[in-house]
Every structure is written in structure tokens, then in C-alpha cells.
């Protein structure tokens, strides 16, 4: 008698109890990475729980691990990618091998990007890379956003799960002004500049690929979670801390 089996599932393999990790995010942001991209040759164990989630299409081939000490975007060339690794989910990253850079202020985990100019770090597009990398747990706990003022916000606090409260949309690139348009007339899709009542300026960012992007803007008085990240708003001079959402429960009445 023959039998045979297949397994379809496209989950990873899941590890009961992960790796320890030997050293803590912001250790490998200070003591590794430094300011300047790096090929990690050691053998570098961090552990942390997933903060984002493709699901509502906002992130797109990325996840970004967390731990008690700061965050890393892990460059998973992979999707979708919510049911391999849902937020809450225990990771250990094996990172021998990995090429470290910034973008955006986030410190980004992949492969050497070959001849770009722009950053040094590429997705690990095949299964065997990322499953060497990304090793999953059991455990499925997700993180609560840490609330900030606007004001408070470091450049080393890039990569994780925060909260802003109490801020007003005053500005969006979903709209043409020179046509009449206003805040009346804006959607999600693309930057919002929101302020608090401190006068502090805060963007969040919404792909036009993401499911609510065409919801329209809200102009009450939010709080908003999503990854901290810092660069160009709008693609212009000004620079400020942005927010990318997940869902769009993530944008709540205060």
C-alpha cells in the first residue's frame, strides 16, 4: 500500500520555543549598525513581535519587529504577509549575513542591494532566505502602541508602533487647492499633515494601493496609530516625523 501526502500551506515553519536573542535592537542599532550600512558577519540573534500588517494593503513586502528597546523593518520580499507573520506574532531574526542600512530613520534588515545609489539594502526574495532570517514562534501577543506627544518623538524611536492623540488634519496632498478643492474634499491616499494643540506637525502616510485610501480625510479631532518614520513631506523640503497606518481602525476619534 502507497501513501502519500501534500502539504499547500503556505505558513512558515513554527518554532515552539525561538532563540534567545544576544543582543537587544537598540544595541544593534548603536553597537553594529552605528551610522553607516553594514554586512552583519557575526551571529546576531534579536527576538521581538511583529508591529505591522499587510492586510489593508498600507504595507507592502515589509515587516517590522519590535522589542522593549526599538524596532527593525525587516525586508521580506514576500506576500501577502499578514498570515505567515500576523502582528503579535514572536520572531527571533538570525541576522549572519544580512545587510543593515537606514531609510526613513527606520534601520532596514535584507540582502546588499547591487548598483543602487538610493540604499544599500534589498528584499530577500526567496523562502529559504527569509525563512533562514525570520524565525517564527507560537506565541501571538500583539504590542500596544506607545503613546507620544509630538514633541517627545527621537530619531531612534523610528520603526515602532506609536500613538499620537489629539491632532487635526490641516493639510493633504489628496487635493488640488489651485482648483478649488479643500479639506472638505480629501481622502486618505497620500500625506496628511496633521497638528496638535501645541502647534507640533505630524504626517500620516496612506498608499494609493491601500483599502481606505479613498476614505475621506477626517477632520475632527483623531488619535492615530501606525510606525514612526522620518523624511520629506510630500516629497518637498520639509522634514517630519510621519505615521503609516495599518488599518483604518488605526485612525480613531479623541
Same mark, same amino acid.
Given at each position: 500500500?502507497?501513501?502519500?501526502?501534500?502539504?499547500?500551506?503556505?505558513?512558515?515553519?513554527?518554532?515552539?520555543?525561538?532563540?534567545?536573542?544576544?543582543?537587544?535592537?537598540?544595541? /544593534?542599532?548603536?553597537?553594529?549598525?552605528?551610522?553607516?550600512?553594514?554586512?552583519?558577519?557575526?551571529?546576531?540573534?534579536?527576538?521581538?513581535?511583529?508591529?505591522?500588517?499587510?492586510?489593508?494593503?498600507?504595507?507592502?513586502?515589509?515587516?517590522?519587529?519590535?522589542?522593549?528597546?526599538?524596532?527593525?523593518?525587516?525586508?521580506?520580499? /514576500?506576500?501577502?504577509?499578514?498570515?505567515?507573520?500576523?502582528?503579535?506574532?514572536?520572531?527571533?531574526?538570525? /541576522?549572519?549575513?544580512?545587510?543593515?542600512?537606514?531609510?526613513?530613520?527606520?534601520?532596514?534588515?535584507?540582502?546588499?542591494?547591487?548598483?543602487?545609489?538610493?540604499?544599500?539594502?534589498?528584499?530577500?526574495?526567496?523562502?529559504?532566505?527569509?525563512?533562514?532570517?525570520?524565525?517564527?514562534?507560537?506565541?501571538?501577543?500583539?504590542?500596544?502602541?506607545?503613546?507620544?506627544?509630538?514633541?517627545?518623538?527621537?530619531?531612534?524611536?523610528?520603526?515602532?508602533?506609536?500613538?499620537?492623540?489629539?491632532?487635526?488634519?490641516?493639510?493633504?496632498?489628496?487635493?488640488?487647492?489651485?482648483?478649488?478643492?479643500?479639506?472638505?474634499?480629501?481622502?486618505?491616499?497620500?500625506?496628511?499633515?496633521?497638528?496638535?494643540?501645541?502647534?507640533?506637525?505630524?504626517?500620516?502616510?496612506?498608499?494609493?494601493?491601500?483599502?481606505?485610501?479613498?476614505?475621506?480625510?477626517?477632520?475632527?479631532?483623531?488619535?492615530?496609530?501606525?510606525?514612526?518614520?522620518?523624511?520629506?513631506?510630500?516629497?518637498?523640503?520639509?522634514?517630519?516625523?510621519?505615521?503609516?497606518?495599518?488599518?483604518?481602525?488605526?485612525?480613531?476619534?479623541?
Amino acid at each position: 500500500m502507497l501513501v502519500g501526502c501534500y502539504n499547500s500551506s503556505d505558513k512558515p515553519y513554527i518554532i515552539p520555543t525561538i532563540e534567545e536573542a544576544n543582543l537587544s535592537i537598540s544595541n /544593534l542599532r548603536s553597537d553594529v549598525v552605528g551610522n553607516r550600512a553594514v554586512t552583519i558577519n557575526d551571529d546576531i540573534v534579536v527576538r521581538g513581535r511583529v508591529t505591522s500588517s499587510d492586510r489593508e494593503d498600507n504595507f507592502y513586502r515589509t515587516i517590522f519587529v519590535e522589542d522593549a528597546t526599538g524596532a527593525v523593518e525587516v525586508m521580506v520580499g /514576500l506576500s501577502p504577509l499578514y498570515s505567515l507573520y500576523p502582528e503579535g506574532v514572536e520572531v527571533a531574526l538570525h /541576522l549572519r549575513g544580512c545587510r543593515a542600512d537606514y531609510w526613513r530613520g527606520v534601520l532596514q534588515i535584507g540582502v546588499e542591494a547591487l548598483g543602487s545609489t538610493v540604499n544599500s539594502v534589498d528584499y530577500i526574495t526567496s523562502r529559504e532566505g527569509v525563512d533562514r532570517v525570520v524565525r517564527r514562534g507560537a506565541d501571538v501577543s500583539p504590542l500596544r502602541p506607545e503613546v507620544v506627544n509630538i514633541s517627545d518623538l527621537r530619531r531612534e524611536m523610528c520603526g515602532r508602533l506609536v500613538r499620537v492623540e489629539d491632532i487635526t488634519a490641516v493639510a493633504s496632498t489628496s487635493i488640488d487647492t489651485l482648483a478649488g478643492q479643500s479639506l472638505r474634499d480629501a481622502y486618505w491616499r497620500g500625506s496628511a499633515m496633521f497638528k496638535d494643540s501645541r502647534g507640533d506637525s505630524i504626517a500620516v502616510e496612506v498608499s494609493d494601493y491601500a483599502r481606505f485610501a479613498n476614505a475621506a480625510l477626517p477632520l475632527w479631532p483623531v488619535s492615530v496609530t501606525g510606525i514612526l518614520e522620518w523624511g520629506s513631506y510630500a516629497g518637498g523640503a520639509k522634514e517630519c516625523y510621519h505615521l503609516t497606518m495599518r488599518y483604518e481602525k488605526d485612525c480613531a476619534v479623541y
